[in-house]
Nanobody, 120 residues
Framework: QVQLVESGGGLVQPGGSLRLSCAASGSIFGVNAMGWYRQAPGKQRESVAAITRGGLTNYADSVKGRFTISRDNVKNTVSLQMNSLKPEDTAVYYC??????????????WGQGTQVTVSS
């Protein structure tokens, strides 16, 4: 059984930084694209950043230049370094990964979500 477990959320003042981490565990044959999404109250879930297995990245316009996504293909982890945080970054952040469990087909998996609150 595959699981994604996130960590690193919390409360931070505007202009501050946070680092989110996500680890995939279980019987995993392969991991393809990984990424981060967020959902603010009353809004739809949106893509924040994504990274291919080869390291190609993509960011939402609203976070370009402030957030950096990275991954470790050996440990099956993905991280999101968030700098210059703004109140509008407040949301629940979700880790996402396309994973092939051993003996099973590719599928999308989600973490449980971690709250990020940017407030003074």
């Amino acid at each position: 059984q595959v699981q994604l477990v996130e960590s690193g959320g919390g409360l931070v003042q505007p202009g501050g930084s946070l680092r989110l981490s996500c680890a995939a565990s279980g019987s995993i044959f392969g991991v393809n694209a990984m990424g981060w999404y967020r959902q603010a109250p009353g809004k739809q879930r949106e893509s924040v950043a994504a990274i291919t297995r080869g390291g190609l990245t993509n960011y939402a316009d609203s976070v370009k230049g402030r957030f950096t996504i990275s991954r470790d293909n050996v440990k099956n982890t993905v991280s999101l370094q968030m700098n210059s945080l703004k109140p509008e970054d407040t949301a629940v952040y979700y880790c996402n990964a396309r994973i092939m469990p051993t003996g099973w087909p590719w599928n999308d998996y989600w973490g449980q979500g971690t709250q990020v609150t940017v407030s003074s």
